[in-house]
């Protein structure tokens, strides 16, 4: 971890942040730019997860994580709490990746 | 108490705003552990709690860090993830009044559940409440959890404790919401596939940008969930 992306995404984020409330304030968007803005979380996210469980750099991989998150997406899905959704993935990450 | 000084109206959504906030730390903690473990300090770990305060920003760039990325790998996919706080003070901005300095202060806790717990009340004064109340929360108990979370990391296997399976984990959590309606959905379905089908080829921690494509879904008119 660089210095550099600590302080660059602080003040990237913070510039988005004012942009929206304070320079763009309660003016609106286009309907078709705020549409796909929205979208970003869902696009960006999934693709994390699937990065983050079927990867190790730039193999794709079936290990451990697989039996986690899949756990951890039951029990979103069953409206666990956030705590419990860590905890079970995590949990269960170690006991597959002990056990095989 | 704080809470016994506030118009007694407004105490139940203040009441249900700082229970998110403690919820939040838990989070917190997973992005301290996974930080150390992608080779960051402690001191890093906290600065960029404290400075970036956008989970599922910070969390991306652990996350490609962790597997070799380049900082510019980290930073874009990041950014782009921390533009839909530009969004959410779109929509604060007719709750939000006040002075400048208020309004700068204001737009560093918009976040995902701020913004969140304000559009779910009615009337200004309680949207406003909402926000105020989760935003200083979540940012107490966010750095507090990473503070933890970091020193914790420093001591012991993540690899062993299945911690590294923590952060899809989390994400998980956070990405839920985003598929109540159907594009969402797709939106999130194209992305994975996108992000799996680039992983191999493109420069590590590209493949996440590779998925912002899913985004044009949006382009078409929206149809009911």
Same mark, same amino acid.
């Given at each position: 971890m660089s210095w550099t992306l600590v302080i660059a995404l602080g003040l990237g984020a913070y510039a988005f942040k004012v942009l929206g409330?304070?320079?763009?304030?309660?003016r609106t968007l286009p309907p078709v730019v705020e549409r796909c803005l929205a979208l970003i979380p869902a696009a960006l996210l999934s693709a994390l997860i699937v990065k983050d469980t079927f990867s190790v750099g730039h193999d794709l991989v079936l290990d451990a994580r697989a039996a986690g998150v899949a756990v951890a997406v039951v029990a979103t899905w069953r409206r666990a709490p956030i705590p419990v959704v860590i905890v079970l993935g995590s949990a269960v990450t170690a006991i597959v990746r002990a056990a095989f | 108490m704080l809470l016994d000084r506030l118009d007694p109206e407004l105490r139940p959504v203040a009441t249900a705003s700082a229970t998110v906030g403690v919820v939040i730390g838990a989070f917190g903690a997973v992005f301290g552990v996974a930080s150390v473990a992608a080779g960051s300090s402690v001191l890093q770990a906290c600065v960029m709690s404290l400075l970036v305060f956008t989970g599922a920003s910070q969390y991306s760039a652990v996350s490609v860090v962790a597997d070799g990325g380049s900082t510019a790998a980290a930073l874009s996919s990041s950014l782009l993830l921390a533009a839909r706080n530009g969004v959410y003070g779109l929509t604060m901005a007719r709750v939000l009044r006040g002075s400048l300095v208020r309004r700068l202060v204001a737009a560093h806790l918009l976040l995902d559940e701020s913004t969140a717990m304000a559009t779910a009340q009615t009337g200004r004064r309680h949207q406003a409440t909402a926000f105020w109340v989760t935003g200083v929360a979540v940012f107490v108990f966010w750095n507090l959890g990473t503070l933890g979370g970091a020193l914790l990391g420093s001591e012991i296997d993540t690899a062993r404790w299945g911690l590294d399976a923590a952060v899809p984990a989390g994400f998980v959590a956070m990405v839920w %919401?985003?598929? *109540?309606?159907r594009e969402g959905r797709i939106a999130g379905l194209v992305g994975a596939i996108v992000c799996l089908v680039t992983i191999p080829f493109v %420069?590590?921690?590209?493949s996440v940008l590779c *998925? *912002?494509? *899913?985004?044009?879904?949006?382009?078409?008119k929206e149809r009911p969930a």
């Open positions: 409330l304070v320079v763009i304030g309660a | %919401p985003q598929f *109540a309606t %420069p590590i921690g590209m *998925a *912002a494509v *899913a985004v044009l879904v949006g382009v078409r």
